[in-house]
């Protein structure tokens, strides 16, 4: 064992020293990008990735789940801001339902599980309405936290004592919803009416009216654009609110078509119109001829008649009646006579022409301008040139077309591409504004770091071939070298014994004391003794 150790450090530093500079610089780099892509290997194959274990969780309920995944001996961290708990990700699905068992996360209220825990003779009226109300408004919020889009919810109501009278107990009770969403998050009119809808019937004597639903970003949303008639327009109330469901409307459909092609979170969308609520009512009675280019209406009747007379007679003559002192007479003449001819033709035609009578009521509303502003983040969002030119020129000519078809023709007129341009605002940039929490950590290893590990493998490979290939080189040039030298030292020996029986004896002797050495020592004592 001592002798192979030996031999191998021998050969390991005649190896070494054999080595020119280069060669030992390129053997120690080689070790150490080695040694290098190996730990960085490990690192990224035995990360642990963290990820949430709840949602959106109070700063209490913070601290006592840290104490009981302490107690169970779990890995995690706290989030930035303190209000979520990272734990690894293959163990977040057993986490989830352990803790669910110990009652985690109860989000700071009280559920109406209290009452089948606590309950006792002991509650005063007071104790009992404050837990019920308390557990009511919690039941509320896990009810609208069930709605898609909605990550959690805050829920106090106001509900009026009961008298002993009934003319004492004529108020109504009252509702404020606190609602956490998602950035750019847009609920339908049927989400809309499914919150209002989980409140109202909740809670005894509470009507939408007394209902007010808002976000993190003080948007509120209003039951009433909802519900808006055709009678609304005759109020501002009702004309605003039309105004924001036709932006809103429209925002949607752009939020959803580019929300596709970028992301939803790549996308915001901004819309504002002008529309006109003036309502019109006229009425036309209109007379116009049946044929237009000849001006002719259709003949309904037509009568012809003609006189003729020829003979000898005198003509008319006289003097006018006495005491006519008007214009209107025939000139008579006296004492003319002679020959002549007479015809009268008359022709009457009752023509009839189309008589149209129209109703017009123009509609309640138009849109006469609208303005559309559109932010999108680029790929790379601190990159906006990663946005082609062409993809910002196609979201302009969409939303072209959706302002074009959008204004009304008569209030709006014809619109030139110049005109719509200026309605149109596309913004390209990074969003600042998102929220920290939305991003998770990223687990796959990034794209640079498969680079520097191809690059490090293929220089390894290109040095092992070099060195390969130059030790192979001097290999053969050492061979070489040694075949010649053999060839130069080759001579006659020219002391080769010839072999006699002495000489045969003496070798077989040799032999003998070399692989029998005690038949050999009684061989030499048989022979001491005969001497």
Do not use: C, H
């Amino acid at each position: 064992m001592n002798e192979r150790l030996t031999k191998v450090k021998s050969d390991s530093s005649r190896f070494w020293t054999s080595r020119t500079k280069n060669q030992k610089g390129a053997l120690i780099g080689i070790l150490v990008a080695v040694v290098a892509v190996a730990g960085m290997l490990t690192y990224f194959s035995t990360r642990t990735t963290m990820v949430p274990l709840f949602a959106e969780i109070s700063a209490s309920e913070v601290g006592q789940i840290s104490e009981v995944l302490t107690s169970q001996g779990v890995t995690y961290e706290v989030a930035p801001g303190g209000t979520n708990i990272l734990v690894p990700e293959d163990q977040k699905d057993q986490l989830t339902v352990s803790l669910a068992s110990q009652g985690y996360p109860e989000s700071g209220g009280i559920s109406t599980s209290f009452f089948t825990e606590n309950a006792g003779f002991g509650m005063t009226d007071n104790e009992f309405n404050v837990i019920k109300k308390a557990a009511t408004e919690t039941e509320i919020a896990n009810l609208v936290k069930r709605v898609q889009g909605v990550k959690d919810a805050k829920v106090n109501i106001t509900v009026p004592e009961e008298g002993i009278f009934l003319e004492s107990s004529q108020e109504e009770a009252t509702a404020a919803v606190l609602l956490t969403t998602d950035p750019g998050v847009k609920f339908t009119d049927e989400q809309i009416k499914t919150l209002y809808s989980l409140v109202e019937k909740s809670v005894p004597k509470l009507s939408t009216e007394n209902i007010e639903i808002s976000n993190q970003y003080a948007e509120y949303f209003d039951l009433n654009s909802v519900t808006t008639d055709g009678n609304s327009t005759e109020t501002p109330e009702g004309q605003m609110a039309i105004k924001k469901q036709i932006e809103r409307d429209i925002q949607r459909q752009i939020q959803n078509m580019l929300g596709t092609m970028m992301g939803q979170d790549k996308v915001v969308v901004s819309v504002t119109t002008d529309v006109d609520f003036k309502k019109e009512n006229r009425e036309e009675n209109r007379v116009e001829p049946v044929d237009e280019e000849n001006m002719k209406g259709i003949a309904i009747s037509a009568q012809t008649i003609t006189e003729t007379y020829s003979g000898n007679g005198a003509l008319a003559g006289g003097t006018p009646e006495a005491g006519n002192e008007t214009d209107n007479f025939t000139d008579y003449q006296e004492g003319i006579t002679g020959n002549g001819d007479y015809e009268r033709v008359e022709e009457t035609i009752n023509n009839d022409v189309n008589r149209i009578r129209r109703e017009i009521q123009e509609s309640p509303y138009k849109i006469r301008d609208i303005g559309i502003q559109v932010m999108v983040e680029p790929p790379v969002a601190d990159d906006p040139a990663s946005l082609g030119e062409n993809v910002q020129t196609d979201i302009e000519q969409m939303l072209g077309t959706i302002v074009r078809t959008s204004i009304d023709k008569e209030a709006g007129g014809d619109l030139s591409e110049e005109a719509i341009n200026q309605k149109i605002d596309v913004s390209v940039q990074q969003f600042y504004g998102k929220d920290p929490s939305l991003t998770e950590s990223d687990s796959v290893i990034p794209w640079w770091v498969w680079v520097v590990v191809g690059i490090l493998l293929v220089a390894i490979g290109l040095l092992v071939f070099f060195m390969l290939r130059s030790r192979k080189r001097k290999q053969r040039e050492e061979e070489l070298n040694i075949i010649e030298q053999q060839q130069e030292l080759m001579v006659e020996d020219i002391s080769e014994e010839k072999e006699t029986e002495a000489t045969v004896r003496r070798k077989q002797l040799e032999k003998m004391a070399k692989d029998k050495p005690d038949d050999f020592a009684k061989l030499l004592r048989s022979w001491i003794a005969e001497d």
